[in-house]
């Protein structure tokens, strides 16, 4: 593979019935449709044997949404999911229980091998320390250090180390990849920065339960609308608030630009890794091949709003998503679903079922 732009297209459609991909019991039946031969093989591997896959992709490309997508295909509870951002800041929080505190010291006097002392590392952690960034040694460590709290459990680690020169990115995955005498594979994930960036600017949550949706991408059921400044806006489906936009997100992406290059420099080098198996999984597909490829119902459909004044109602109107990829194509993006069935048919190849 040279590029991330060069990512291969999968075919999921297979015509049949439609489903609701929002609704879960409907997944569950899309899932054993469109995989079901894939999944029986996935479920009676992982009565005994395990595996460690590494989720390669920008900041909010929706790893995390895969990862709980395909345990819910599975329909298991055994899998963990391991995100190195979460991983830092449960221990920032643990480190003041003092029982927790010695046992974190003592496991990196055994496992850390860097280059500042563990005393300077906790207190970067901590914050004490805020123009030292934490080492890519420490977070190695504390990745080792959950991956030997799971007891052998399946599982998928997101996030990776970022700046990397060739001999760091080798030998930081030889050492997460000896860690366990299982099998490993990268899963590495394109979504287009005009998905990324529309998101960011759509997204609102919920200042009660903080939930996120988006008011173009993924609406709630319930949509209000505000005579006074002539907006609309979506209603939680969990509390009846009404949702609000986060501060700093109609800048879209480019609040983040200088970490998705660096993103984006990392997978590149990534592809060129030889000796570990790759999936690769891809939110959009061309729109000149969307047809053939897949089933409507999975392409990521976009919602506008009209004020009805006279019934004094939301009519609501959606369309797919049309979007021009990174190489300037136009394409349409995916739903979630259809690429966690891609990523359940190429496990089974990866892991030779």
């Known amino acids: 593979m040279k590029s991330i732009s060069d990512f291969p297209q999968f075919k999921t459609k297979m015509g049949g019935p ?140 997101d996030g990776f180390p970022r700046n990397l020169d060739q001999v760091q990115t080798s030998l930081y995955f030889r050492s997460l990849m000896g860690y366990r005498d299982d099998p490993d594979f990268f899963i590495f994930l394109h979504v287009p920065e005009t998905v990324l960036a529309e998101r960011f600017k759509t997204r609102v949550i919920c200042p009660k339960c903080q939930t996120s949706r988006s008011l173009k991408l993924l609406r709630t059921k319930q949509i209000g609308y505000d005579q006074k400044t002539e907006e609309f806006y979506l209603i939680c489906d969990n509390d009846g608030a009404r949702m609000v936009s986060k501060e700093g997100d109609e800048l879209g992406i480019e609040a983040i630009r200088d970490r998705l290059e660096v993103d984006k420099k990392v997978m590149s080098q990534l592809l060129r890794l030889r000796g570990v198996p790759k999936i690769y999984l891809r939110n959009s597909i061309y729109t000149k091949d969307a047809k053939k490829l897949v089933d409507d119902y999975e392409l990521t459909p976009v919602s506008s709003y009209v004020w009805n004044a006279r019934k004094k109602e939301v009519i609501i109107k959606e369309e797919p998503w049309t979007i021009k990829d990174d190489s300037g194509k136009l394409s349409h993006s995916l739903l979630a679903p259809p690429v966690v069935v891609a990523l359940i048919k190429q496990m089974v190849k990866v892991l030779n079922l």
């Open 18 to 157: 439609r489903f609701n991909l929002e609704d879960r019991g409907e997944r569950r039946k899309y899932f054993d449709f469109k995989a079901g031969t894939e999944i029986k093989k996935l479920k009676k591997y992982l009565q005994k044997e395990t595996f460690m896959g590494f989720f390669l992709g920008p900041k909010n490309s929706g790893k995390g949404t895969y990862a709980k997508l395909f345990l819910e295909a599975l329909d298991a509870d055994f899998v963990a999911h391991l995100s190195v951002g979460d991983i830092v800041r449960s221990v920032h929080k643990s480190l003041s229980n003092s029982k927790d505190k010695k046992e974190l010291i003592t496991f990196l006097r055994r496992r850390y091998r860097g280059y500042i002392s563990i005393e300077k590392a906790i207190d970067i952690i901590l914050g004490r320390d805020t123009k030292t960034l934490l080492p890519d040694e420490v977070i190695l460590a504390l990745v080792e250090r959950e991956i030997d709290k799971l007891n052998r459990k399946p599982v998928f680690i």
